[in-house]
């Protein structure tokens, strides 16, 4: 694996008022890497993400993502990055087609790299028979695969998906990391947020955020043997009661 | 006895089958598992059963009561926790349960010894606005407004969804102490892990069940032997060299393993070893283990869709 | 029964009262509006800038400018000398209306005993136009006769006496007919907005299905909703009724119980209508947007309050004929400004009880006791 880091944080902070919401977060992605970033809701995961996207001024500390500076370059970031979200993803009125040409659009591809990529894309998925179907006719399990081909349509050399399963029934998720595998052997990045602790064990490394910090981080295997833990809920409750963690 | 009673239960939204007939019964006392996805039909078969919407087809009995009929009876008798956590934002902890308590024509005082274990963890923090709370506040509170009358039966529909591990394992304890009170629990979740916590599941897809017993039943019906595999390569070759594998029967990932079972029934390990190594994988690990209930509705998702 | 009632109605007020948007509308929105009405648009003649072009300049012209000038009514802007200079003083908007008298107007006046004077006002806003006009023609004319009583010391027998009474308002004050309007569409824009946003609120949370699955009849989660708007809508109307009358001086003069039960009626018949929003609208935002475009424009510019209903095309007339507010406003002007009974409004009241027990049949009968 390529060790290029495509996103470093040192002391990355965001404060509202008197309340750190994240308070000196350091870590990095490495390029191609499947980082997933966990925590409990209120444990500033989304904060952190919305600085990494370009979408919140942070208050202090330095942070690059695809060597951009999260102070300066946020037009820039945004360019290069694709996101996903399980609350919104694509317009349920809009066709499948109408949604990857606005979406392609938003990216600025050409009519051209929009009608190749786009038809790759429709044959890749099996979904000739619906191109021309609004979204909303299209089963659920199906969407969030659609969401995540049109948020890497544009080639972004990362990738944020925030909490992208939630809900999905197990075989859908699992053809839903295949897509994330295959997008991180093609050489994107890969940062996932999500609730389900199973899954975080597909991740490269992982960090878990708690009350804006963060309290642990590395591969799901040495934090497993760091904790003492069988699987990834343990050493999630391990690590949120408070137990101490040794940093390597 | 059955607390609850369903036969061949159906209902559809316009084009959309919500529930394609469905059977089962809860007995008194039992904590009754629903798991499965979103849209597999758990809130509607839930909102069926307390009442709130009418079924099309089928025979449906809670508490030996019909719901689309005697639907005061019922309402009198559960305790009701929707999906999202109904509780209002602008009112505070102690506000909101009063107000709850009022509908129900009871007090606080009055259910105090059943909620007491739950309302202890919250009632520091009475005069804050519910809006304010953690996700795992908010849960212990609209659970405690569910069960401020004492119900019979108690309904959950997803408590734990969105809700960090942490509280996810206080929730299940509360959930299992609520038994010494004779309260029969009915509780949806798309947590497949879940299914362990409970007495007996339905494991529902689309509109179906796809079986119904104990976890343990559950999880050993697997009728196959499964294999978890690891190599020093990362999952995705390993999965592709595997769909090339003649004799592959299915393979999925599995946290930081592949579940893989063959079309053979014999022990396949030696040989599975050595084509991996003609692939070039090395640090190969294969290791029968035990069916889980994930690796059970996954066959059986995939059974019926043929 | 009543200890549920009781709950749920203190729960509401909780809300509305940790509301600051509710307050708002509750509290704001009549305060500004009759700082609005009453202070800032007002139709009435009073300083009008006028400009006068005398070509006589003699005994007659400079007394009848003095006698329209002394009055509260016009303003004289300046003394023209050509007809070219009031074109320039309407369109730069400095007059908005001028009095010309020809060359020889006193000579004329006392060989033929008639004169004319011409009497030009600024019609792009026409009501006042015409009101402008007709005020300075009285002032000539009043001029006039009392000239005539002055030499024959008796009145000419060809002219005729018109003596214009202003009955109820005799200083034509816009407020008087404002004070009872606002009434009318507050209590619109409180009652039917309010509820049904209270109620399509609990169905976009999601409490409102906890409150079906209560034992809860459906009547008493209705009745909790409407008495506190109730209560808010009838302090808000006194709070306007006080405002009118003791600061633009707008009397009561008819009995004030009647007034109130009229008012309460009223309160009924709108908050029925809001509870017919709620169970039209799945969403706030739809309820909202009922409330404003289909129900409080057609009252602001249908009920009379703004267009009297008379003049308008019939389709309209038949439209204002089912908005509740026409027959309110009705009754609340008689009242307030006519002193009228229970009788001079008997069919109009009769017609809201009646609009009332249809909403609330409606309402009960589409508020579902289910889900879907």
């Given at each position: 694996m390529d060790s290029e880091k495509i996103i470093e944080t040192t002391k990355l902070t965001k404060a509202f008022g008197d309340f750190k919401a994240v308070n000196e977060i350091s870590f990095d992605v490495k390029k191609g890497e499947i980082f997933g970033f966990l925590g409990a809701n209120g444990a500033g995961k989304s904060t952190a993400m919305k600085m990494l996207t370009g979408l919140l001024s942070p208050t202090s500390g330095e942070a690059t993502v695809a060597g951009f500076d999260v102070f300066t370059q946020q037009e820039k970031i945004k360019k290069n990055i694709g996101y996903m979200s399980q609350k919104f993803s694509l317009y349920d009125d809009l066709s499948l087609l109408e949604n990857i040409k606005f979406f392609g659009g938003i990216y600025g591809l050409s009519k051209e790299q929009l009608n190749e990529r786009g038809n790759t894309m429709i044959e890749r998925l099996g979904l000739s028979d619906v191109?021309?179907?609004?979204?909303?006719?299209?089963p659920l399990g199906w969407k969030q695969k659609i969401a995540f081909s049109v948020a890497t349509l544009h080639q972004p050399k990362i990738v944020f998906l925030d909490e992208p399963t939630g809900g999905v029934d197990p075989i859908t998720r699992r053809q839903f990391w295949e897509m994330i595998y295959e997008a991180a052997d093609n050489g994107t990045t890969v940062f996932v947020t999500t609730h389900y602790m199973d899954e975080a064990e597909y991740c490269n490394r992982i960090s878990m955020m708690v009350d804006g910090r963060i309290a642990g981080y590395g591969s799901p295997k040495e934090l497993k043997s760091d904790f003492n833990s069988e699987n990834m809920d343990e050493v999630f409750v391990k690590i949120a009661r408070g137990e101490n963690y040794k940093l390597q | 006895m059955a607390v609850i009673e369903v036969k061949n239960l159906r209902k559809s939204y316009g084009e959309v089958k919500a529930l394609k007939g469905i059977s089962f019964d809860v007995k008194q006392n039992e904590i009754f598992g629903l798991i499965g996805p979103d849209g597999a039909g758990k809130s509607t078969l839930i909102r069926i059963l307390n009442s709130l919407i009418l079924s099309d087809e089928g025979h449906v009995s809670v508490m030996g009561k019909d719901p689309n009929k005697q639907y005061q009876y019922i309402r009198n008798h559960i305790g009701y926790m929707p999906g999202r956590f109904s509780l209002y934002e602008d009112l505070s902890v102690k506000e909101n349960l009063e107000f709850f308590a009022t509908i129900f024509g009871t007090t606080i005082k009055k259910s105090y010894n059943l909620i007491k274990d739950i309302y202890q963890q919250i009632e520091p923090f009475n005069d804050r606005k519910a809006g304010a709370l953690s996700g795992g506040m908010k849960q212990k509170l609209a659970l405690c407004s569910a069960l401020i009358h004492y119900p019979k039966v108690l309904f959950l529909d997803e408590p734990t969804t969105g809700v960090d591990p942490v509280s996810r394992k206080e929730f299940w304890q509360i959930i299992k102490g609520l038994h010494q009170h004779n309260i029969t629990i009915i509780v949806s979740t798309p947590y497949m892990d879940e299914a362990d916590l409970c007495d007996r599941v339905a494991l529902m897809n689309d509109g179906e069940i796809l079986r119904i017993d104990t976890p343990q039943n559950v999880a050993s019906s697997l009728g196959k032997t499964l294999y978890a595999l690891e190599t020093n390569e990362g999952n995705y070759k390993l999965i592709k060299a595997l769909r090339e594998y003649p004799y592959m029967d299915s393979v999925f990932p599995f946290g930081e393993k592949l579940h893989y079972t063959d079309q053979r029934e014999n022990d396949i390990s030696s040989e599975l070893n050595s084509y991996l190594k003609d692939k070039g994988f090395s640090k190969i690990s294969i290791e029968r283990i035990a069916s889980n209930t994930e690796d059970v509705f996954i066959r059986l998702m995939n059974n019926q869709k043929q | 029964m009543f200890d549920r009632l009781k709950g749920i109605i203190k729960k509401e007020f909780y809300h509305i009262f940790r509301d600051q948007r509710t307050l708002l509308i509750l509290f704001g929105i009549p305060i500004v509006q009759i700082v609005l009405f009453g202070f800032a648009i007002s139709n009435e003649i009073k300083n009008v800038k006028i400009a006068v072009l005398d070509l006589s300049k003699d005994e007659h012209s400079t007394q009848i400018t003095d006698k329209v000038l002394s009055t509260s009514y016009f303003d004289l802007d300046s003394y023209l000398t050509t007809f070219d200079e009031i074109d320039d003083g309407f369109q730069k908007g400095r007059i908005k209306a001028a009095l010309v008298f020809p060359p020889k107007f006193g000579e004329t006046l006392r060989k033929e005993n008639k004169a004319d004077v011409q009497i030009i006002s600024d019609a792009t806003d026409p009501n006042t136009g015409t009101q402008i006009g007709s005020y300075l023609q009285l002032q000539v004319q009043q001029y006039l006769m009392e000239q005539e009583l002055k030499i024959t010391s008796m009145p000419p027998p060809a002219l005729i006496n018109t003596e214009v009474e202003m009955r109820y308002n005799p200083e034509l004050k816009s407020v008087y007919m404002f004070v009872p309007g606002l009434i009318t569409i507050i209590l619109m824009l409180v009652c039917t907005m309010m509820t049904s946003i209270a109620i399509t609120r609990e169905k976009e949370t999601g409490t409102m299905e906890v409150l079906l699955a209560s034992p809860m009849h459906a009547s008493i989660i209705l009745l909790g909703k409407v008495i506190p708007y109730l209560l808010l809508s009838f302090v808000n109307a006194s709070f306007i009724i006080a405002l009118g009358k003791f600061i633009f001086e707008v009397p009561v003069m008819g009995s004030y119980a009647l007034l109130i039960g009229e008012i309460i009626l009223y309160c009924l018949v709108v908050l029925a209508l809001g509870i017919f929003v709620s169970t039209v609208a799945e969403t706030q935002q739809l309820a909202l947007m009922i409330s404003l475009f289909a129900l409080f424009l057609p009252t602001m510019l249908l009920s009379g309050f703004i267009f009297p209903i008379e003049n308008m095309p019939l389709p309209l007339q038949i439209v204002s004929k089912i908005v509740p507010a026409t027959y309110f406003n009705i009754i609340i002007k008689s009242i307030m400004l006519k002193g009228a009974t229970l009788s001079f409004i008997l069919k109009e009241t009769l017609i809201l009880v009646g609009i009332f027990f249809l909403l609330m049949g409606v309402s009960i009968k589409r508020f579902k006791i289910r889900l879907e």
């Open positions: 191109r021309n179907k609004l979204l909303k006719e299209v | - | -």
